[in-house]
């Protein structure tokens, strides 16, 4: 059964749900209903071993949680005599066999149907008379992983989750990336580590803090299991979204991950893993999306810890919450003595640029462009997010980058990279096909500057080609009769009076002596103006499209001269035949 004959048919479960539940609302019964059925599946040739056991151990007085695992060859288990298909024997009894059913898994699954609060759901369907209905028609689809694959279970609740959220008006981009992302950003956080992720038994951790259904971990998971089955990566990831973290630990359960490591709640006021490091890291976190929620807790600790918190080099705007995912990522980094750390982070433009010298932003920039942390921001083409029409860009940083990268960053433009989606999905009209991840793989791998006929692809700068310091330009205050006003006291005394009205400010690259770019550019206009060294702020920038723009010269005047006559020629024939 494909994923989408297979969401097709749980699909038709809100069929039944028709009237008595609003649109909106199907998921809150289907994506429970999914998963029970599927843990109901993948425990079903393990049940009577397991409840074997926990009555052998119950007598013995001994805690049986250990042993039941073992038997179940699971992360979980159940200890009630029901399943889904005994459930369908007793329709007066339903809805409290349902609940004890649920109470006999153990408590890393019963948490899972807390957060889709399940049981809110199933008082509700008992009251419309549907509960026994909706349970017979998930008891009669078989999930088993035999028939059903994790990954493409893992796509059905892709298609489930995109399906509600078209229809409920909420941004599928809240609750998961496409793949075909994830799939690049992997491919670009592995492919310096070929070698020593080929080794036989080699194990490697990975997060996300704004992990949402967990599709990035199980994307980079089923890489890294292709490429080498010997290896194992061990999944760590946060969510502030109760059902989509509901979602995310049934996934991660499924395929045998530690669910003890998906935590619940704001990764910024609450940080699940406090004092954790992990050797590659993703996240896609909500663009643009405000943290006046948390500010006081993001202040307080910028302002009492420093450096030794997470936000140490700067605070962005409180509208956009963006870089501070970023400065999280970066303290969650193992330290470059202990192998350190790759990781790749989805930013909309604003990261790029926002800010002047000396703002939060631009100290942000600062601090990972001098600590020589961004290997690589590729350029994605528009269109290609549900939730989201805007440009994207996909951030590579480390903390160990190879001898020929170190103080370098590249630029790779993919935005001409994409082909057309056959039906749009929200604001998602574009995707890349496996030839374009392979290119944008190719050129970060190769790391290569390369263009295609005159426009480039890929560029190659230096960390500090994006620096510049602010220079405060200050001319002399006039009286009425035009004469140079002087200060009267203090250590300005005899000194020209700078004319606030008249001050301006220049941005000077760091590479360029700030006194020859003063003769150069200011003295020939304006003679008589002096440089306020005690003004001078460092600023950093990354102008991405500047980069990439190449000039096309416009077409000879003589040339769009005939084009013009030639149409008005056409216009006064046409009047001519009017008037006739």
Same mark, same amino acid.
């Given at each position: 059964?494909?994923?989408?004959?297979?969401?097709?048919?749980?699909?038709?479960?809100?069929?039944?749900?028709?009237?008595?539940?609003?649109?909106?609302?199907?998921?809150?019964?289907?994506?429970?209903?999914?998963?029970?059925?599927? !843990?109901?599946?993948?425990?079903?040739?393990?049940?009577?071993?397991?409840?074997?056991?926990?009555?052998?151990?119950?007598?013995?007085?001994?805690?049986?949680?250990?042993?039941?695992?073992?038997?179940? &060859?699971?992360?979980?288990?159940?200890?009630?005599?029901?399943?889904?298909?005994?459930?369908?024997?007793?329709?007066?009894?339903?809805?409290?066999?349902?609940?004890?059913?649920?109470?006999?898994?153990?408590?890393?699954?019963?948490?899972?149907?807390?957060?889709?609060?399940?049981?809110?759901?199933?008082?509700?369907?008992?009251?419309?008379?549907?509960?026994?209905?909706?349970?017979?028609?998930?008891?009669?689809?078989?999930? $088993?992983?035999?028939?059903?694959? =994790?990954?493409?279970?893992?796509?059905?609740?892709?298609?489930?989750?995109?399906?509600?959220?078209?229809? +409920? =008006?909420?941004?599928?981009?809240?609750?998961?990336?496409?793949?075909?992302?994830?799939?690049?950003?992997?491919?670009?956080?592995?492919?310096?580590?070929?070698?020593?992720?080929?080794?036989?038994?080699?194990?490697?951790?990975?997060?996300?803090?704004?992990?949402?259904?967990?599709?990035?971990?199980?994307?980079?998971?089923?890489?890294?299991?292709?490429?080498?089955?010997?290896?194992?990566?061990?999944?760590?990831?946060?969510?502030?979204?109760?059902?989509?973290?509901?979602?995310?630990?049934?996934?991660?359960?499924?395929?045998?991950?530690?669910?003890?490591?998906?935590?619940?709640?704001?990764?910024?006021?609450?940080? &699940? $893993?406090?004092?954790?490091?992990?050797?590659?890291?993703?996240?896609?976190?909500?663009?643009?999306?405000?943290?006046?929620?948390?500010?006081?807790?993001?202040?307080?600790?910028?302002?009492?810890?420093?450096?030794?918190?997470?936000?140490?080099?700067?605070?962005?705007?409180?509208?956009?919450?963006?870089?501070?995912?970023?400065?999280?990522?970066?303290?969650?980094?193992?330290?470059?003595?202990?192998?350190?750390?790759?990781?790749?982070?989805?930013?909309?433009?604003?990261?790029?640029?926002?800010?002047?010298?000396?703002? &939060?932003?631009?100290?942000?920039?600062?601090?990972v462009l001098e600590n020589?942390?961004?290997?690589?921001?590729? &350029?994605?083409?528009?269109d290609m997010f549900y939730?989201?029409?805007? +440009?994207?860009?996909?951030?590579?940083? +480390?903390?160990?980058?190879?001898?020929?990268?170190?103080?370098?960053?590249?630029?790779?433009?993919?935005?001409?990279?994409?082909?057309?989606?056959?039906?749009?999905?929200?604001?998602?009209?574009?995707?890349?096909?496996?030839?374009?991840?392979?290119?944008?793989?190719?050129?970060?791998?190769?790391?290569?500057?390369a263009n295609e006929g005159?426009?480039?692809?890929?560029?190659?700068?230096?960390?500090?080609?994006?620096?510049?310091?602010?220079?405060?330009?200050?001319?002399?205050?006039?009286?009425?009769?035009?004469?140079?006003?002087?200060?009267?006291?203090?250590?300005?005394?005899?000194?020209?009076?700078?004319?606030? =009205?008249?001050?301006?400010?220049?941005?000077?690259?760091?590479?360029?002596?700030?006194?020859?770019?003063?003769?150069?550019?200011?003295?020939?206009?304006?003679?008589?103006?002096?440089?306020?060294?005690?003004?001078?702020?460092?600023?950093?920038?990354?102008?991405? =499209?500047?980069?990439?723009?190449?000039?096309?010269?416009?077409?000879?005047?003589?040339?769009?001269?005939?084009?013009?006559?030639?149409?008005?020629?056409?216009? !006064?024939?046409?009047?001519?035949?009017?008037?006739?």
């Open positions: 059964m494909n994923h989408q004959s297979l969401s097709a048919f749980i699909w038709s479960v809100a069929d039944l749900l028709r009237g008595d539940y609003k649109q909106s609302e199907y998921g809150k019964v289907i994506l429970p209903f999914t998963v029970l059925r599927r !843990l109901d599946c993948v425990l079903e040739s393990t049940k009577d071993a397991v409840l074997a056991e926990n009555s052998n151990k119950q007598s013995a007085g001994v805690n049986p949680e250990p042993f039941l695992l073992r038997k179940a &060859g699971q992360s979980f288990y159940n200890i009630s005599l029901l399943d889904m298909k005994k459930l369908m024997g007793d329709q007066d009894h339903i809805k409290e066999n349902l609940f004890a059913y649920i109470q006999g898994f153990s408590v890393a699954v019963r948490d899972i149907f807390e957060h889709f609060d399940f049981y809110t759901q199933v008082e509700r369907l008992a009251k419309a008379g549907l509960l026994y209905q909706v349970t017979e028609r998930f008891a009669n689809v078989d999930l $088993h992983p035999d028939q059903v694959s =994790n990954s493409q279970m893992g796509l059905v609740f892709e298609e489930l989750i995109r399906k509600f959220a078209e229809i +409920s =008006n909420e941004t599928a981009g809240e609750h998961f990336t496409p793949r075909e992302v994830i799939k690049l950003m992997v491919n670009l956080l592995f492919i310096e580590d070929d070698d020593i992720l080929a080794k036989p038994g080699v194990v490697r951790t990975i997060y996300d803090p704004a992990a949402g259904t967990g599709g990035m971990l199980s994307v980079a998971g089923e890489y890294l299991h292709e490429h080498n089955p010997a290896a194992r990566l061990t999944m760590f990831g946060q969510e502030l979204n109760p059902e989509s973290y509901a979602i995310c630990k049934a996934d991660m359960l499924i395929k045998g991950q530690d669910v003890a490591n998906i935590i619940f709640g704001n990764t910024f006021s609450d940080d &699940g $893993h406090l004092h954790k490091k992990f050797d590659y890291m993703l996240s896609n976190p909500p663009f643009g999306v405000e943290w006046k929620k948390v500010e006081k807790e993001v202040r307080k600790e910028h302002e009492t810890q420093g450096f030794n918190g997470r936000f140490g080099p700067g605070l962005p705007r409180v509208s956009d919450g963006s870089l501070l995912f970023l400065l999280h990522l970066i303290s969650k980094m193992r330290p470059a003595v202990d192998g350190g750390s790759r990781f790749g982070i989805v930013l909309n433009g604003s990261p790029l640029f926002t800010g002047g010298a000396g703002s &939060g932003e631009s100290e942000i920039r600062r601090y020589d942390l961004v290997e690589a921001i590729i &350029g994605l083409p528009t939730n989201t029409g805007i +440009s994207t860009y996909v951030w590579i940083l +480390s903390n160990r980058k190879p001898e020929h990268r170190k103080g370098w960053v590249q630029l790779i433009d993919a935005s001409g990279y994409w082909q057309k989606m056959r039906k749009s999905l929200g604001s998602k009209r574009k995707e890349l096909s496996d030839e374009h991840t392979a290119e944008i793989t190719r050129l970060f791998g190769q790391f290569i500057e005159k426009k480039p692809i890929s560029r190659i700068f230096k960390n500090t080609d994006f620096g510049y310091r602010t220079i405060t330009v200050e001319r002399p205050l006039r009286d009425e009769h035009g004469q140079i006003v002087l200060a009267t006291k203090g250590k300005q005394k005899g000194q020209p009076q700078p004319d606030s =009205n008249l001050r301006d400010t220049e941005n000077v690259p760091l590479n360029e002596n700030i006194e020859d770019y003063f003769k150069r550019e200011v003295l020939p206009h304006v003679p008589d103006a002096w440089i306020d060294h005690e003004k001078t702020k460092i600023g950093y920038e990354i102008p991405f =499209n500047r980069h990439f723009y190449v000039f096309e010269p416009p077409r000879p005047l003589a040339e769009i001269d005939a084009d013009l006559k030639q149409c008005t020629d056409r216009i !006064l024939t046409m009047i001519k035949g009017l008037s006739a």
